[in-house]
């Protein structure tokens, strides 16, 4: 039981978080995904994030698209070969909030220990 009491304190942590606040669960892993699926050497399309994700419906996903470009963590760019598609890319300000998530996570690990 105090495994799940700890975990429950670091859950009421992370969400306490004002950013963290901003982002439902679908939008949170919409971002994760995108973070973590970037590479700076091939374009990620809008398309590409609804039909592979698997996060939610492909209306979900383009509204939490919207709402993590509204809040600075995503940028987009009209692709030059096909004006219809869009180029996703992670900002700064997303890698720097999955990076505090992490370094929480990992002090609550390193608490646990002691």
Request: one cysteine or more.
């Amino acid at each position: 039981m105090n495994a799940w009491l700890n975990l429950r304190e670091l859950l009421n942590l992370l969400a306490s978080d004002a950013e963290v606040k901003k982002l439902d669960d679908r939008t949170q892993r919409v971002l994760e995904w995108v973070v973590t699926h970037h590479d700076p050497h091939q374009p990620m399309y809008v398309q590409h994030i609804v039909s592979q994700s698997g996060v939610a419906s492909p209306a979900t996903i383009h509204k939490a698209l919207g709402l993590l470009e509204r809040c600075g963590y995503l940028n987009f760019e009209v692709d030059i070969v096909d004006s219809r598609r869009r180029i996703v890319s992670p900002m700064p300000k997303a890698i720097a909030l999955l990076d505090k998530l992490d370094k929480r996570v990992n002090q609550w690990v390193e608490s646990l220990k002691h």
